[in-house]
């Protein structure tokens, strides 16, 4: 278990992290999120012992970072974005390496093994490591942050750079990892964390500013009723036609998606269904509806408006201009 309290990071005047607490059970995986300059990064690595906080406490299964770094370590395994790997050795030779730099008591031939197979680089163990792919090169990353079976796992960024195979295979394995260990993931890629983590946290300006599941945090973000509609009518006349619908908050014209027909995205007052209203609209003018559907939130649209605050003001003067 991971238990933050009230930890706090100061560089000079500035507050990188203000007084944050959380807490990630046994077991789960975590999404922390936040723009770059939120706090994010130096939290992780206050978690991680890379450096002291100002004040607070980070726990690692009860023990204190600070008070016992060497016994808080051996709790957690750490894949940093840019892989600690030395590129000329084997993969073999450098997990072994890694192996004894963290004193592993396990087995070590049944271990290694375990590992590679988990990872699936068992294929590449004898090739030298700058000589592998960047997925590959990730998957040894990943492989040494296994070794001595850490019940954390902090993982920053674990998947930036691979292909879309790569990423889900990398995301399965975390879901794997996910039942025997606690996860903190990283990622600038929002869909990953919403397909991979039970919980997340927003953080922002050094606070947090959001903790739940993505879910949860849409319910609470917004109830705002969000269609898209794709209408065979003249542009300029379709926005004006949505705009005079009474409750409608804003509207804006979406890509082309055949010709001439353009996608409206389009938000009502809370509690406001207009889909009928539009329907009327659309008829009374001899257009066509060719696709309507209501829009979830997704995290990106939570992470955008809990961050940045006036996301929605934006497009909805935009619409206007």
Known sequence: MIEVRNLTKHYGDKK???????????????????????????????????ISSTSGQALINGVDILEDPIKAKSYIGYLPEIPPLYLDMTVKAYLNF????????LPRKSHLKDVCTLCKIK????????????????????????????????LDEPTVGLDPKQIIDIRTLIKRLGKNHTVIL??????????VCD????????????????TNLSNKVTTDHRVVVRIDGPKAEVLQAIRSIENIKYVRADMEREAGIFEYELEAEPGVDV????????????????????M???????????????????DEKEAKA
């Open 16 to 50: 990188a992290v203000n007084d944050i607490s959380f807490t990630v059970e046994d077991g789960q995986i975590l999404g922390f999120l936040g723009p770059n300059g939120a706090g994010k990064s130096t939290t992780m690595n206050m978690l991680t012992g890379y």
């Open 275 to 294: 889909r009928r209203e539009i329907n009327r609209v659309v008829r009374e003018n001899g257009w066509n509806i060719l696709m309507l559907r209501t």
């Open 199 to 214: 919980r997340v946290i927003i953080i922002n300006k050094g606070v947090v500013a959001a903790d739940d599941t993505a």
């Open 98 to 105: 890694v192996f004894d730099l963290k004193k592993c008591k």
């Open 186 to 195: 990283s990622s600038h890629i929002l869909s990953e964390i919403q397909a």
């Open 296 to 314: 979830e939130m997704t995290l990106e649209d939570i992470f955008l408006k809990i961050t940045m605050g006036e996301s929605i003001t934006n």
């Open 123 to 154: 294929d590449v163990e004898n090739r030298l490591i700058k000589n592998l792919s960047k997925g590959y090169k990730q998957r040894v990353g990943l492989a040494q942050a296994l070794i001595g079976n850490p019940p954390v796992l902090i």
